[in-house]
Protein backbone atom coordinates (compact mmCIF):
# COMPACT_ATOMS: atom_id res chain seq x y z
CA UNK A 1 0.00 0.00 0.00
CA UNK A 2 0.98 3.33 -0.74
CA UNK A 3 2.27 5.62 2.08
CA UNK A 4 -0.62 8.23 3.66
CA UNK A 5 -0.19 11.81 4.16
CA UNK A 6 2.69 12.24 6.58
CA UNK A 7 0.89 15.47 7.87
CA UNK A 8 -1.21 13.33 10.02
CA UNK A 9 1.57 12.57 11.86
CA UNK A 10 2.38 16.28 12.80
CA UNK A 11 -1.31 16.80 14.76
CA UNK A 12 -3.51 14.14 17.20
CA UNK A 13 -7.26 14.26 16.92
CA UNK A 14 -9.27 17.14 18.79
CA UNK A 15 -8.50 17.01 22.05
CA UNK A 16 -11.48 19.06 22.85
CA UNK A 17 -13.70 16.91 21.15
CA UNK A 18 -12.47 13.82 22.13
CA UNK A 19 -13.05 15.32 25.79
CA UNK A 20 -16.47 15.74 24.76
CA UNK A 21 -17.37 11.83 23.84
CA UNK A 22 -15.23 11.03 27.32
CA UNK A 23 -17.97 13.09 28.70
CA UNK A 24 -20.64 11.64 26.98
CA UNK A 25 -19.24 8.30 27.81
CA UNK A 26 -18.83 8.96 31.90
CA UNK A 27 -21.64 11.20 32.40
CA UNK A 28 -19.87 14.07 33.02
CA UNK A 29 -20.62 17.86 32.77
CA UNK A 30 -19.55 18.79 30.05
CA UNK A 31 -17.55 21.98 30.59
CA UNK A 32 -14.89 21.01 28.30
CA UNK A 33 -16.13 21.89 24.61
CA UNK A 34 -17.98 25.11 24.09
CA UNK A 35 -21.17 25.11 23.36
CA UNK A 36 -24.25 26.52 26.04
CA UNK A 37 -27.05 24.04 27.47
CA UNK A 38 -29.82 26.68 27.31
CA UNK A 39 -31.88 27.52 23.98
CA UNK A 40 -31.22 30.22 21.18
CA UNK A 41 -33.49 33.10 20.82
CA UNK A 42 -37.07 32.05 20.92
CA UNK A 43 -37.12 34.39 16.99
CA UNK A 44 -34.92 32.29 15.66
CA UNK A 45 -36.12 29.22 17.15
CA UNK A 46 -39.80 30.25 15.57
CA UNK A 47 -38.77 31.46 12.43
CA UNK A 48 -36.70 28.00 11.45
CA UNK A 49 -39.88 25.90 12.64
CA UNK A 50 -41.75 28.17 9.96
CA UNK A 51 -39.21 27.17 7.74
CA UNK A 52 -39.27 23.31 8.20
CA UNK A 53 -41.89 23.85 6.01
CA UNK A 54 -42.14 26.64 3.40
CA UNK A 55 -38.18 25.97 2.68
CA UNK A 56 -35.80 26.52 1.09
CA UNK A 57 -34.73 23.19 0.74
CA UNK A 58 -32.21 22.73 -1.64
CA UNK A 59 -28.73 23.88 -2.91
CA UNK A 60 -28.36 27.42 -2.02
CA UNK A 61 -25.89 30.05 -3.93
CA UNK A 62 -22.51 28.47 -3.13
CA UNK A 63 -21.72 32.32 -1.62
CA UNK A 64 -24.60 32.17 0.61
CA UNK A 65 -28.04 33.40 -0.02
CA UNK A 66 -28.56 36.80 -0.97
CA UNK A 67 -30.82 37.77 2.10
CA UNK A 68 -28.55 36.09 4.45
CA UNK A 69 -25.47 37.97 3.08
CA UNK A 70 -27.55 41.28 2.76
CA UNK A 71 -27.95 40.37 6.51
CA UNK A 72 -24.94 39.92 7.25
CA UNK A 73 -23.60 43.29 5.84
CA UNK A 74 -25.88 44.99 7.81
CA UNK A 75 -25.62 43.73 10.94
CA UNK A 76 -21.25 43.48 10.71
CA UNK A 77 -21.24 46.43 9.26
CA UNK A 78 -23.07 48.47 11.57
CA UNK A 79 -20.03 47.08 14.65
CA UNK A 80 -17.57 47.42 12.06
CA UNK A 81 -18.16 50.95 11.18
CA UNK A 82 -18.04 49.94 7.59
CA UNK A 83 -20.21 49.40 4.55
CA UNK A 84 -19.78 46.17 3.60
CA UNK A 85 -20.80 44.62 -0.04
CA UNK A 86 -22.74 41.36 0.33
CA UNK A 87 -21.65 40.22 -3.03
CA UNK A 88 -17.83 41.86 -2.95
CA UNK A 89 -17.16 41.07 0.62
CA UNK A 90 -18.64 38.60 2.12
CA UNK A 91 -19.12 34.81 1.91
CA UNK A 92 -20.76 32.03 4.31
CA UNK A 93 -18.80 29.00 5.13
CA UNK A 94 -19.65 26.19 7.54
CA UNK A 95 -18.92 27.58 10.89
CA UNK A 96 -16.21 29.81 11.35
CA UNK A 97 -13.71 26.61 11.18
CA UNK A 98 -14.59 26.42 7.43
CA UNK A 99 -14.05 30.56 6.87
CA UNK A 100 -10.52 29.98 8.70
CA UNK A 101 -9.52 27.23 6.89
CA UNK A 102 -10.48 28.73 2.98
CA UNK A 103 -8.38 32.50 4.04
CA UNK A 104 -5.09 30.01 5.19
CA UNK A 105 -5.28 28.53 1.69
CA UNK A 106 -6.41 31.23 -0.28
CA UNK A 107 -3.45 33.74 0.97
CA UNK A 108 -1.08 31.29 1.60
CA UNK A 109 1.68 28.74 -0.50
CA UNK A 110 3.06 25.62 1.23
CA UNK A 111 6.31 26.67 2.96
CA UNK A 112 4.87 30.09 3.95
CA UNK A 113 5.12 30.84 7.91
CA UNK A 114 1.66 31.48 9.61
CA UNK A 115 2.41 33.40 12.99
CA UNK A 116 -0.23 32.92 15.66
CA UNK A 117 -0.33 33.80 19.46
CA UNK A 118 0.31 30.97 22.06
CA UNK A 119 -1.90 30.11 23.83
CA UNK A 120 -4.02 29.05 20.63
CA UNK A 121 -7.22 27.57 19.49
CA UNK A 122 -6.22 24.10 18.71
CA UNK A 123 -7.54 24.44 14.97
CA UNK A 124 -5.43 27.02 14.32
CA UNK A 125 -1.55 24.61 14.39
CA UNK A 126 -3.39 22.08 12.02
CA UNK A 127 -5.02 24.22 10.09
CA UNK A 128 -1.49 25.64 9.11
CA UNK A 129 -0.14 22.41 8.94
CA UNK A 130 -2.75 20.99 6.56
CA UNK A 131 -2.11 24.15 4.54
CA UNK A 132 1.55 23.09 4.23
CA UNK A 133 2.70 26.40 5.75
CA UNK A 134 4.67 26.26 9.51
CA UNK A 135 3.36 27.78 12.67
CA UNK A 136 5.52 30.58 14.32
CA UNK A 137 4.39 31.00 17.90
CA UNK A 138 4.65 34.36 19.78
CA UNK A 139 4.32 33.66 23.42
CA UNK A 140 1.63 35.51 25.74
CA UNK A 141 2.53 36.47 29.25
CA UNK A 142 -0.02 35.49 31.70
CA UNK A 143 -1.83 36.13 33.96
CA UNK A 144 -2.94 39.28 31.94
CA UNK A 145 -1.49 37.48 28.53
CA UNK A 146 0.43 40.52 27.61
CA UNK A 147 2.78 39.98 24.42
CA UNK A 148 6.78 41.58 24.14
CA UNK A 149 6.48 43.74 21.01
CA UNK A 150 10.12 43.17 20.15
CA UNK A 151 9.55 39.53 20.55
CA UNK A 152 6.63 39.67 18.20
CA UNK A 153 9.02 41.62 15.57
CA UNK A 154 11.13 38.99 15.76
CA UNK A 155 8.26 36.82 14.53
CA UNK A 156 7.57 39.15 11.96
CA UNK A 157 11.79 39.00 10.67
CA UNK A 158 11.18 35.09 10.06
CA UNK A 159 9.31 36.26 7.12
CA UNK A 160 5.52 35.51 8.20
CA UNK A 161 3.25 35.52 5.37
CA UNK A 162 -0.05 36.18 8.15
CA UNK A 163 -0.60 36.82 11.33
CA UNK A 164 -3.54 34.74 13.27
CA UNK A 165 -4.97 36.28 15.98
CA UNK A 166 -8.35 35.43 18.33
CA UNK A 167 -10.01 38.47 19.48
CA UNK A 168 -11.20 37.63 22.53
CA UNK A 169 -8.98 34.63 22.76
CA UNK A 170 -9.86 31.02 22.90
CA UNK A 171 -8.39 29.53 25.68
CA UNK A 172 -6.84 32.34 27.29
CA UNK A 173 -9.75 35.41 27.09
CA UNK A 174 -7.61 37.93 26.44
CA UNK A 175 -9.38 41.16 24.49
CA UNK A 176 -6.49 42.82 22.79
CA UNK A 177 -6.59 46.36 23.41
CA UNK A 178 -6.46 48.99 20.47
CA UNK A 179 -2.71 49.97 21.16
CA UNK A 180 -1.96 45.92 20.95
CA UNK A 181 -3.55 45.50 17.88
CA UNK A 182 -2.08 49.07 16.65
CA UNK A 183 1.57 47.86 17.35
CA UNK A 184 0.44 44.09 15.40
CA UNK A 185 -1.38 46.29 12.73
CA UNK A 186 2.00 48.55 12.37
CA UNK A 187 4.15 45.79 11.97
CA UNK A 188 1.92 44.10 9.48
CA UNK A 189 2.08 47.11 7.27
CA UNK A 190 5.62 46.99 7.45
CA UNK A 191 6.86 43.43 6.09
CA UNK A 192 3.61 43.06 4.05
CA UNK A 193 1.90 40.43 6.45
CA UNK A 194 -1.92 39.49 5.64
CA UNK A 195 -4.16 39.24 9.04
CA UNK A 196 -6.39 36.53 9.59
CA UNK A 197 -8.82 37.67 12.58
CA UNK A 198 -11.08 35.06 14.77
CA UNK A 199 -13.88 37.21 15.84
CA UNK A 200 -15.92 34.77 17.12
CA UNK A 201 -16.20 36.03 20.39
CA UNK A 202 -16.63 39.37 19.47
CA UNK A 203 -19.84 40.05 21.78
CA UNK A 204 -18.30 38.46 24.76
CA UNK A 205 -16.31 41.14 25.96
CA UNK A 206 -16.65 42.32 30.24
CA UNK A 207 -15.91 45.43 31.81
CA UNK A 208 -13.49 47.71 31.00
CA UNK A 209 -12.64 45.95 28.41
CA UNK A 210 -14.17 46.62 24.42
CA UNK A 211 -13.65 44.65 21.08
CA UNK A 212 -11.74 46.25 18.16
CA UNK A 213 -11.75 45.07 14.78
CA UNK A 214 -8.83 44.92 12.87
CA UNK A 215 -9.70 46.03 9.83
CA UNK A 216 -10.87 49.09 11.30
CA UNK A 217 -7.33 50.16 11.89
CA UNK A 218 -5.19 52.71 9.53
CA UNK A 219 -3.75 50.78 6.41
CA UNK A 220 -5.65 47.13 7.98
CA UNK A 221 -8.77 46.39 5.28
CA UNK A 222 -6.64 45.86 2.95
CA UNK A 223 -5.21 43.15 4.15
CA UNK A 224 -7.47 41.32 6.55
CA UNK A 225 -9.82 38.72 6.47
CA UNK A 226 -12.17 38.94 9.52
CA UNK A 227 -13.79 35.40 10.31
CA UNK A 228 -16.39 34.66 12.53
CA UNK A 229 -19.65 32.91 12.82
CA UNK A 230 -23.52 32.65 14.50
CA UNK A 231 -22.44 29.88 16.92
CA UNK A 232 -21.46 31.80 19.48
CA UNK A 233 -23.48 35.28 19.63
CA UNK A 234 -26.51 33.25 18.98
CA UNK A 235 -26.07 30.20 21.14
CA UNK A 236 -26.56 27.87 17.53
CA UNK A 237 -23.17 26.03 17.71
CA UNK A 238 -24.75 22.94 15.69
CA UNK A 239 -26.14 24.91 13.07
CA UNK A 240 -22.89 25.60 11.54
CA UNK A 241 -22.93 29.25 9.95
CA UNK A 242 -19.98 31.25 9.76
CA UNK A 243 -18.95 33.87 7.11
CA UNK A 244 -15.24 35.64 6.37
CA UNK A 245 -15.30 39.31 5.51
CA UNK A 246 -12.57 41.02 3.33
CA UNK A 247 -12.06 43.32 0.66
CA UNK A 248 -12.91 42.23 -3.02
CA UNK A 249 -9.29 41.15 -4.25
CA UNK A 250 -8.48 39.02 -1.20
CA UNK A 251 -12.55 37.74 -0.89
CA UNK A 252 -12.44 36.33 -4.41
CA UNK A 253 -9.62 33.90 -3.35
CA UNK A 254 -11.37 32.93 -0.65
CA UNK A 255 -15.14 32.45 -2.54
CA UNK A 256 -12.68 30.13 -5.05
CA UNK A 257 -11.31 27.86 -2.15
CA UNK A 258 -14.94 27.67 0.04
CA UNK A 259 -16.59 26.96 -3.35
CA UNK A 260 -14.76 23.34 -3.79
CA UNK A 261 -13.96 22.70 0.19
CA UNK A 262 -17.86 22.82 1.25
CA UNK A 263 -20.12 24.19 -1.88
CA UNK A 264 -22.21 26.09 0.17
CA UNK A 265 -23.99 26.23 4.04
CA UNK A 266 -27.73 25.19 4.85
CA UNK A 267 -30.18 27.07 2.65
CA UNK A 268 -32.66 26.19 5.67
CA UNK A 269 -30.63 27.77 8.76
CA UNK A 270 -29.80 30.83 6.70
CA UNK A 271 -33.33 31.54 6.18
CA UNK A 272 -34.06 30.86 9.56
CA UNK A 273 -30.74 33.23 11.25
CA UNK A 274 -31.81 36.20 9.21
CA UNK A 275 -33.90 37.26 11.76
CA UNK A 276 -31.16 36.84 14.16
CA UNK A 277 -28.92 39.22 12.04
CA UNK A 278 -31.70 42.14 12.27
CA UNK A 279 -31.77 42.00 16.40
CA UNK A 280 -31.90 45.18 17.75
CA UNK A 281 -28.36 46.56 20.07
CA UNK A 282 -30.22 45.90 22.61
CA UNK A 283 -29.80 42.20 22.11
CA UNK A 284 -26.31 42.41 22.28
CA UNK A 285 -26.53 44.00 25.49
CA UNK A 286 -28.87 41.40 27.06
CA UNK A 287 -26.79 38.86 25.94
CA UNK A 288 -23.23 40.39 27.37
CA UNK A 289 -24.90 41.14 30.39
CA UNK A 290 -25.76 37.55 30.46
CA UNK A 291 -22.46 35.90 29.96
CA UNK A 292 -21.44 38.43 32.82
CA UNK A 293 -23.57 36.72 34.98
CA UNK A 294 -22.06 33.33 34.11
CA UNK A 295 -19.05 34.46 34.34
CA UNK A 296 -19.66 36.18 37.95
CA UNK A 297 -21.36 32.44 39.29
CA UNK A 298 -18.76 30.18 37.86
CA UNK A 299 -15.47 32.38 38.90
CA UNK A 300 -16.72 33.28 42.79
CA UNK A 301 -17.45 29.57 42.91
CA UNK A 302 -13.94 28.47 41.81
CA UNK A 303 -12.67 31.46 44.18
CA UNK A 304 -14.82 29.82 47.03
CA UNK A 305 -13.43 26.42 46.31
CA UNK A 306 -9.87 27.67 46.29
CA UNK A 307 -8.88 26.42 42.01
CA UNK A 308 -6.55 29.57 41.11
CA UNK A 309 -7.95 30.65 37.57
CA UNK A 310 -6.88 33.64 35.33
CA UNK A 311 -9.91 36.34 35.07
CA UNK A 312 -11.17 36.36 31.50
CA UNK A 313 -11.68 39.59 29.62
CA UNK A 314 -13.81 37.92 27.14
CA UNK A 315 -15.00 35.12 25.39
CA UNK A 316 -16.55 32.22 28.04
CA UNK A 317 -12.99 30.49 28.94
CA UNK A 318 -11.57 29.88 32.37
CA UNK A 319 -7.93 28.44 32.52
CA UNK A 320 -7.58 26.86 35.67
CA UNK A 321 -4.49 26.04 38.19
CA UNK A 322 -4.33 22.14 38.37
CA UNK A 323 -0.98 22.12 40.11
CA UNK A 324 -2.72 21.35 43.66
CA UNK A 325 -4.39 18.40 42.46
CA UNK A 326 -1.72 16.43 40.35
CA UNK A 327 -0.06 13.57 41.06
CA UNK A 328 3.64 13.13 40.61
CA UNK A 329 4.29 12.32 36.62
CA UNK A 330 0.69 12.36 35.74
CA UNK A 331 0.04 14.70 32.52
CA UNK A 332 -2.65 17.18 32.40
CA UNK A 333 -4.12 14.56 29.67
CA UNK A 334 -4.33 11.79 32.31
CA UNK A 335 -5.26 14.29 34.82
CA UNK A 336 -8.77 15.70 32.54
CA UNK A 337 -9.30 11.82 31.73
CA UNK A 338 -9.64 11.02 35.21
CA UNK A 339 -11.75 14.03 36.55
CA UNK A 340 -14.01 13.42 33.98
CA UNK A 341 -14.81 9.60 35.49
CA UNK A 342 -13.88 10.35 39.29
CA UNK A 343 -15.36 13.94 39.65
CA UNK A 344 -18.22 14.26 36.82
CA UNK A 345 -16.67 17.72 35.19
CA UNK A 346 -15.04 17.45 31.91
CA UNK A 347 -12.38 20.10 31.19
CA UNK A 348 -9.44 20.33 28.48
CA UNK A 349 -6.02 19.97 29.13
CA UNK A 350 -4.13 23.02 28.62
CA UNK A 351 -1.39 21.11 26.52
CA UNK A 352 -3.66 21.41 23.60
CA UNK A 353 -3.29 25.08 23.60
CA UNK A 354 0.41 26.13 24.84
CA UNK A 355 3.61 25.56 22.45
CA UNK A 356 5.40 26.15 25.50
CA UNK A 357 5.83 23.02 28.16
CA UNK A 358 2.42 23.39 30.28
CA UNK A 359 0.94 20.42 32.38
CA UNK A 360 -0.87 22.48 34.99
CA UNK A 361 -3.27 24.26 32.97
CA UNK A 362 -6.89 22.68 32.14
CA UNK A 363 -9.47 24.96 29.96
CA UNK A 364 -13.17 25.06 31.46
CA UNK A 365 -15.68 26.65 30.05
CA UNK A 366 -19.08 28.77 31.72
CA UNK A 367 -21.61 28.77 29.07
CA UNK A 368 -24.05 26.71 31.07
CA UNK A 369 -27.30 27.41 32.48
CA UNK A 370 -26.97 28.61 35.86
CA UNK A 371 -27.93 25.06 37.60
CA UNK A 372 -25.19 23.07 35.18
CA UNK A 373 -22.89 25.37 36.66
CA UNK A 374 -23.98 25.13 40.51
CA UNK A 375 -23.85 21.38 39.98
CA UNK A 376 -20.34 21.69 38.21
CA UNK A 377 -18.66 23.48 41.38
CA UNK A 378 -20.88 21.25 43.91
CA UNK A 379 -18.69 18.36 42.16
CA UNK A 380 -15.70 20.53 41.71
CA UNK A 381 -15.81 20.93 45.58
CA UNK A 382 -14.82 17.52 45.98
CA UNK A 383 -11.80 17.59 43.75
CA UNK A 384 -9.09 16.82 46.13
CA UNK A 385 -10.56 14.23 48.02
CA UNK A 386 -12.01 11.89 44.37
CA UNK A 387 -8.69 13.20 42.66
CA UNK A 388 -6.79 12.10 45.83
Excluded at 169 to 176: A, E, M
Excluded at 326 to 342: H, I
Aim: proline share 7%; aromatic share 10%; hydrophobic share 40%.
Amino acid sequence: MQPISRKCEQFTDSVIRRMTRISLDCGAINLAQGFPDFDPPQALMDRLAEVAHQGPHQYPITMGAPNFRAALARKCGRFMGRELDPDANIVVTIGSTEAMVDTIFALTNPGDKIAMFSPYFENYRAQAIMAGCEPVFIPLVPPAFDFDPNVLEDAFKQGIKAILICNPSNPSGKVFTRDELSIIAGLCVKYDVYAIMDEVYEHIVYEGHKHVYMNSLPGMWERTVSCSSLSKTYSITGWRLGYAIAPKELMDRVKQFHDFNAVGAASPLMEAAVVGLDMPDSYYEEFGAHYAHMKKLFTDGLTRIGIPYTDPQGAYFVLADISPYLKPGQSDVEFCETMARKVGVAAVPGSSFFNEDVNHIVRLHFAKMDETLNEALNRLGQIREKMG
